[in-house]
Nanobody, 129 residues
Framework: QVQLVESGGGLVQAGGSLRLSCAASGRTSSSLAMGWFRHAPGKEREFVAAINWSGSRTYYAISVKGRFTISRDDAENTVSLQMNSLKPEDTAHYYC??????????????????????WGRGTQVTVSS
């Protein structure tokens, strides 16, 4: 089992920045692909960003590409999401997700919720206009 704990959420004005972190514990290994998803009131949970097990490939939702950056630190068992130029529509509960990826080095990560078996409880991000 893998446990995930998110941190770094909060209230920020539009145009500001936040950095979310996700700490993994338990049966962690460098073969974990990691992703971020978000759930806003009245909407379905949606994909935000993901990074493959090797860190060589990332994938972003169109709505955040160019503003958000996902990265991983395997020595610390953490994955981060740097969020810049935040917009009110980025307001949501952000979840970290993980699963083992047994694939070649440059295999891209999955954007599908179905791929990820492990989920954190999330952290709230609120962007005021």
């Amino acid at each position: 089992q893998v446990q995930l704990v998110e941190s770094g959420g909060g209230l920020v004005q539009a145009g500001g920045s936040l950095r979310l972190s996700c700490a993994a514990s338990g049966r962690t290994s460098s073969s974990l692909a990691m992703g971020w998803f978000r759930h806003a009131p009245g909407k379905e949970r949606e994909f935000v960003a993901a990074i493959n097990w090797s860190g060589s490939r990332t994938y972003y939702a169109i709505s955040v590409k160019g503003r958000f950056t996902i990265s991983r630190d395997d020595a610390e068992n953490t994955v981060s999401l740097q969020m810049n130029s935040l917009k009110p529509e980025d307001t949501a509960h952000y979840y970290c997700a993980a699963d083992r990826q047994t694939a070649p080095y440059n295999t891209p990560p999955s954007a599908s919720e179905a791929f990820y078996a492990y989920w954190g409880r999330g952290t709230q991000v609120t962007v005021s206009s």
